[in-house]
């Protein structure tokens, strides 16, 4: 049965009791702080006192959504080396630690883009949303203009080295897409932007462990068949981590939803999971920000979570059948 997460900060916070409280046992967390102390975030010791901190707290770390800096392997600057073999460092450690899965991307200089953050969704609630009138004239960065043969030629060199590290340890690769799915941005292409991008990616090595992260709201911007395309990448064996979200619009021009009114069959989506006997984790992602919550964290709304894992929850259950396991009272 596929797993419903959620993000975590590796610091405690009430949100880890909350999501407890909703019934989420497993954890999608981000790196430990950079403290600017000898060791470094991806380093042996401060993941293994996050891993402990989290299971000592009743989660089991299923995933790790960040990673050491990746900007000069994916705009093949000099140093692009120093930072692959850091990512290999990295993946060993997560192997050593029984981690089995890590999210990336390749968005190189900035990571997911929105030209909103308060649009007013049902009730009031405020939703992100992306639309690329804004972006059309916005300055280069400092990189200036990187053509996708060049990002397509420094993926391909990144793979061929960190791939093999990945497999000898056992952590699964899960390529996000980009989001928005749309190129260039800023004078940057951004190559995972299709489903025949992802295809490429599969294609480049025919391992387990070269897969991708199922992020729902980018991929149905791909397709108008969004079941089919879970199912092609399923049978492939590729899913290693699904972001459950939801949009309405166009890749230039689209907003975030709650998960039941947007443009996906949910429960379509659902089915497939099981039909595949996928046994990754999901977690909802970019959910709107609820009244009595702030916004200052757009997407991640508390509340909104919340919301979303008992959606998801009525959703798994009307497809699996009621979860037979002991509830515990604590």
């Given at each position: ?305 919340l919301l979303a894992i008992g959606y998801i929850q009525g959703l798994r259950e009307a497809v699996y059948g009621r979860p037979d396991k ?5």
């Amino acid at each position: 049965m596929i797993q419903i997460a959620e993000l975590l900060r590796p610091e405690p916070a009430p949100l880890w009791k909350l999501v407890q409280q909703a019934g989420v046992t497993h954890a999608v967390v981000y790196l430990p702080k950079d403290d600017g102390g000898s060791e470094r975030p991806w380093d042996y010791l401060p993941m293994l006192r996050m891993k402990t901190r989290l299971e000592d707290s009743g989660f089991e770390v299923a995933v790790i959504e960040s990673t050491p800096p990746l900007d000069k392997a994916r705009l093949g600057l000099p140093g692009k080396d120093e930072e692959i073999e850091q990512f290999c460092v990295f993946i060993r450690n997560m192997g050593a630690l029984h981690i089995p899965v890590v999210c990336y991307n390749w968005m190189g200089a900035f990571n997911w883009l929105r030209t909103s953050v308060g649009i007013p969704a049902r009730g009031g609630a405020l939703v992100t949303g992306y639309n690329h009138a804004y972006m059309r004239d916005a300055p280069l960065t400092e990189y200036g203009e990187v053509g996708e043969e060049r990002m397509w030629d420094n993926f391909a060199y990144f793979l061929s080295k960190a791939l093999p590290v990945a497999e000898k340890a056992k952590v699964k690769l899960a390529l996000h897409p980009d989001d928005p799915p749309i190129s260039p941005i800023r004078g940057l292409a951004r190559i995972m932007r299709s489903v025949e991008a992802f295809q490429r990616v599969c294609d480049m090595a025919e391992s387990e462990y070269n897969g991708l992260t199922l992020c729902q709201g980018n991929f149905t911007l791909m397709t108008d068949d969004l079941p089919s395309v879970i199912c092609d990448f399923g049978k492939q064996g590729r899913i290693h981590f699904v972001h459950f979200r939801d949009v309405t619009g166009t890749p230039d021009n689209f907003k975030e939803t709650f998960h039941e009114i947007g443009k996906t069959d949910m429960l379509a989506c659902m089915k497939v999971y099981k039909e595949l006997g996928l046994e990754c984790v999901l977690r909802p992602d970019h959910v709107p920000t609820l009244e009595g919550d702030q916004n200052d964290n757009p997407g991640y709304s508390s509340i909104g979570r919340l919301l979303a894992i008992g959606y998801i929850q009525g959703l798994r259950e009307a497809v699996y059948g009621r979860p037979d396991k002991n509830t515990s009272a604590n």
